[in-house]
T-cell receptor
């Protein structure tokens, strides 16, 4: 089954304790992206990756890191989480623009609800 | 600054009603506009629009784009309780130094359909 998976689905942690949220897709998509969703603010893009070893900042990259060492995985790293990073996080993937014409038809993972105390 | 604005923010209707959701945008180097439906989980794709005046249709849902006036509408006819969800509009535009990866979302319209 074609899907985007995220782990963990729920996480409660404390300020300053490094954490990683994993994202994996089995559709051979080249484009992957991370979003956070907050009440009243909608979905905001954190980072995206056009291909292996190619990553770019989205709208709200501060406090986050990503890596893209292989096509299927795109982990989100919070080196020193803070309470303002409490949010619902979504990973998404789609085909490369030169293949499909655009990257926009993104398929979303189930979400990770993160609480930072 | 690029932005996507959806209206109304919330809407309550009764089953059988027809609703129209609005999305306006100001995005550099517009590529496409997408509609998503989000229930209590991840957004699911509904439509992608790239050309003005061409209606996309799927069952009771339809959408159209006006690139001159910079907006799109999503219509739902004969609404059902299962249509209750947040409807998200997103626009793809070139924002950062020529890279094409940025997708900007509106804050969504929360639709509640009462029996």
């Amino acid at each position: 089954e074609a899907q985007v998976t995220q782990n963990p689905r729920y996480l409660i942690t404390v300020t300053g304790k490094k954490l990683t949220v994993t994202c994996s897709q089995n559709m051979n998509h080249e484009y992957m992206s991370w979003y956070r969703q907050d009440p009243g603010l909608g979905l905001r893009q954190i980072y995206y990756s056009m291909n292996v070893e190619v990553t770019d900042k989205g709208d709200v990259p501060e406090g986050y890191k990503v890596s893209r060492k292989e096509k299927r995985n795109f982990p989100l790293i919070l080196e020193s989480p803070s309470p303002n990073q409490t949010s619902l996080y979504f990973c998404a993937s789609s085909l490369h623009p030169t293949t499909s014409g655009n990257t926009d038809t993104q398929y979303f993972g189930p979400g990770t609800r993160l609480t930072v105390l | 600054e690029d932005k996507v604005v959806q209206s109304p923010l919330s809407l309550v209707v009764h089953e059988g009603d027809t609703v129209t959701l609005n999305c306006s945008y100001e995005v550099t180097n517009f590529r496409s506009l997408l509609w998503y439906k989000q229930e209590k989980k991840a957004p699911t794709f509904l439509f992608m629009l790239t050309s003005s005046g061409i209606e996309k249709k799927s069952g009771r849902l339809s959408s159209i784009l006006d690139k001159k006036e910079l907006f799109s509408i999503l219509n739902i006819t004969a609404t059902q309780t299962g249509d209750s969800a947040i409807y998200l509009c997103a626009v793809g535009g070139r924002v950062y130094g020529g890279s094409q990866g940025n997708l900007i979302f509106g804050k969504g319209t929360k639709l509640s359909v009462k029996p």
